[in-house]
């Protein structure tokens, strides 16, 4: 395929992603890659074409970072400095700078919305998915870490995970639900949520500004 020929789909693909946008649609990019976001574009598709979130995960993460060479010089300073440092440690470092840019880039976003869109999402450790203290732990000292208010912390809808995300979204930090694949998980964080704000109004906090979706994994069950 030439490269005229690719954008020329490229162009197509965004004049989609307006009209959804016009339909009252909000699009969310679930990618994250250093090189994209050094190279502008996030901000392009922020500005010109509609884009109003981002998400991320693991995965995601692994794709970016274990392919070419765009984190290397960031990792091996902080090797230099942290020497034993766990995987884990070494892939948050990376993770959040990444997430922190994606978020500066979607703040005018979440502001002209009133805090209504505009977020980008950081997960938690897979490994702890069924270790409902652990991940409540990860989430706070994830947000803290990113410190920025348009930012989510993904928690997988695990059985686990509901009273992990109640006690999160009592804590006033944003949760993006994902790993949802039933009706039944939905109804229960949804309600895991509700109990949350219920939680964080008996303790004379704002719920104002508190912001939460479920991802449902519609492309696993068509």
């Known amino acids: ?38 190279a502008g574009g996030l901000d392009k598709l922020v500005k010109e074409d509609g884009l109003t979130g981002v998400t991320s995960n693991p995965s995601i993460f692994e ?25 884990i440690d070494r892939y948050e470092h990376l993770a959040i700078q ?54 989510m912390i993904k928690i997988p809808g695990t059985l686990a995970g509901g009273p992990a995300i109640s006690a999160t979204i009592a804590k006033g930090i944003n949760v993006n639900v994902t790993l949802l694949f039933a009706l039944d998980a939905y109804i229960r964080v949804a309600e895991a949520y509700a109990t949350g704000l219920e939680e964080r109004v008996r303790q004379g906090q704002p719920i104002d500004k508190i912001a939460s979706v479920a991802s449902f994994f519609v492309s696993r069950i068509d």
């Open 1 to 38: 395929m030439s490269s005229r020929w690719r954008a020329r789909c490229w162009r197509a693909t965004m004049g989609k992603l307006n009209d959804l946008s016009a339909a009252g649609t909000a699009v969310w990019l679930d990618f994250v890659d250093r090189k994209f976001l050094e």
């Open 98 to 151: 990444d997430i922190k840019a994606a978020a500066e880039t979607l703040r005018p976003v979440y502001d002209r919305l009133e805090t209504k869109d505009g977020y980008v999402s950081l997960e938690v450790s897979p490994y702890i998915a069924d270790d409902t203290d652990a991940t409540i732990a990860e989430a706070e000292k994830l947000w803290h870490a990113v410190d920025r208010p348009n930012l």
């Open 63 to 87: 794709k970016a970072m274990g392919h070419g060479d765009a984190y290397d010089a960031t990792l091996a300073e902080f090797d230099k400095q942290n020497p034993d440092a766990a995987t």
